[in-house]
């Protein structure tokens, strides 16, 4: 009965797995922001390098992964998948609960899988530096981290809020050599007229990603990154799936139910699209993608086109939204305060291959705490998130008698995040719901596209 399923460095993987050539039905392409046609290739060469546009597009089930990756990733990768003996336990459950403990890297989540492939590709084409913005922090502390190793700068607009919530995550960025601006700044014409209107403004991922492609379009060598929802990023975020696959097959045991946590969709995708072409194919199993009550995109939000950020500079895209007006209460899950989501994430969840469920807060704490007093880990409050459902369907099976299996991803640590563990353990923390009246409102600001 092993605690840790492990992988030897030989067994990485050696490509990612693009699950587009399997959907049931055709993504709708991207629109320009401008003429909302479908925008070409070219129209993001200001803003990506092309190896990365080409992932955007391509229909390839495989995408080797460059042996300069690799040998990055083997710094911490494969990560282990964990079997929480300690939580079934305590939940008295027939459940086997596994988890894939991406917490391992060193900025302590999944984001640098992908961090590491943009800053190669980027280097590849003699860009010089990257603009992107960060919600909780740990994506700007990726893409610092993966910046540094590769000889590129690295600028991180990070969501006002969690910029003075969350201090030590900007130490850690500077560390790791990048430059932070609290968004929305005065570095950007963006983050001037809206400072101008409102200097309390406590920013949001909308509004730092228009501040950090105002940044890369203004700027002669500099390009942009984006730590979630586009396509290439849950691409390389598929070494999580393809490694636990591998796992699985180790203890002979295969998920009945998967599940992960979604802000953008990117470590939910990272671990779920590999089981979910499974899923496609024929094999039954449900898979779970879970979000806070306060910013209820797959659960609430419309299936539409929509700006990826407040200034309208992304092109359109096609995915459940709140609207890209959207400033969402600052709750301490950071990460999950995106308005939209992945594409490729929402394509699955409307064809019902995937189904979506929201939380509050307090419970999801509470299931941070048993987690971390039986299985040890203090998880990050967006892998709460993932916990709690978990948890609540090992109990489920208590009452069916079923022994399931179930995986989980712990998508990141919350050694940064005890502000607001503090805050649950006083009894500070409220339970919010983004009304309904609010998502109405929001469709007001909408283009007029189907
Ligand atoms: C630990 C952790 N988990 C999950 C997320 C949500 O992002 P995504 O849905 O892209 O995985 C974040 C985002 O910052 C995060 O830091």
Not at 98 to 110: A, I, L, M, R, T
Not at 184 to 193: D, L
Not at 195 to 206: E, T
Not at 396 to 424: M, N, P, R
Request: proline content about 9%.
């Amino acid at each position: 009965m092993e605690a840790k399923i492990l992988l030897s460095e030989k067994d990485l993987p050696e490509v990612w797995f693009n699950i587009q050539p399997f959907l049931p039905k055709p993504l709708k392409p991207p629109l320009h922001p401008q003429t909302k046609e479908p925008i070409k290739p070219e129209d993001l060469y200001p803003i990506f390098p092309k190896g990365l546009i080409a992932q955007e597009v391509t229909q390839e089930p495989y995408v080797p992964i460059p042996e300069p990756v690799r040998e990055v990733y083997k710094l911490w990768r494969p990560t282990p998948l964990r079997r929480a003996y300690r939580l079934e336990k305590a939940l008295k459950t027939p459940a086997r609960i596994y988890y894939k403990d991406e917490s391992v890297s060193p900025p302590g989540s999944h984001k640098p899988n992908t961090a590491v492939a943009q800053a190669y590709y980027n280097k590849l084409e003699g860009v010089e530096r990257l603009a992107t913005e960060t919600g909780a922090g740990q994506w700007g502390s990726a893409l610092s981290f993966a910046c540094k190793l590769f000889g590129l700068k690295c600028t991180v607009y990070m969501v006002k809020v969690s910029y003075e919530q969350k201090p030590y995550r900007k130490t850690l960025m500077e560390i790791w050599g990048g430059e932070v601006f609290p968004s929305p700044s005065g570095n950007t014409n963006v983050g001037r007229e809206i400072l101008a209107k409102d200097p309390d403004n406590p920013g949001s991922l909308g509004i730092a990603i228009s501040e950090a492609i105002e940044d890369a379009m203004q700027h002669e060598n500099t390009k942009y990154a984006l730590g979630s929802v586009l396509n290439h990023v849950l691409l390389h975020q598929t070494v999580i799936g393809l490694e636990v696959k591998r796992q699985m097959e180790l203890v002979e045991d295969y998920p009945d139910i998967i599940i992960g946590c979604v802000g953008g969709g990117s470590n939910f995708a990272g671990l779920a699209f590999p089981f979910a072409k499974d899923k496609i194919e024929g094999k039954e199993m449900d898979i779970i993608a879970v979000e806070p009550t306060s910013c209820p995109t797959l659960t609430k939000g419309l299936y539409r086109y929509d700006y990826g950020d407040t200034a309208k500079m992304t092109p359109l895209i096609y995915m459940h939204t709140l609207g890209h007006t959207f400033i969402p209460p600052g709750i301490h899950a950071g990460g999950l305060r995106y308005h939209g989501d992945a594409p490729l994430l929402c394509a699955l969840v409307d064809e019902g291959v995937i189904q979506a469920r929201a939380y509050t807060q307090n419970p999801v704490f509470e299931a941070a705490v048993l987690f971390a007093q039986t299985e040890g880990i203090v998880p990050a409050p967006e892998t709460a998130h993932a916990i709690k459902a978990a948890i609540d369907e090992a109990l489920k099976c208590k009452e069916t008698g079923e022994e399931k299996t179930i995986v989980f991803g712990f998508s990141g640590h919350g050694h940064f995040d005890l502000a607001a563990y503090e805050a649950y353990l006083q009894g500070q923390l409220s339970d919010y719901e983004y009304p309904d009246e609010k998502i109405k409102e929001a469709l007001k600001d909408l283009p007029q596209l189907c």
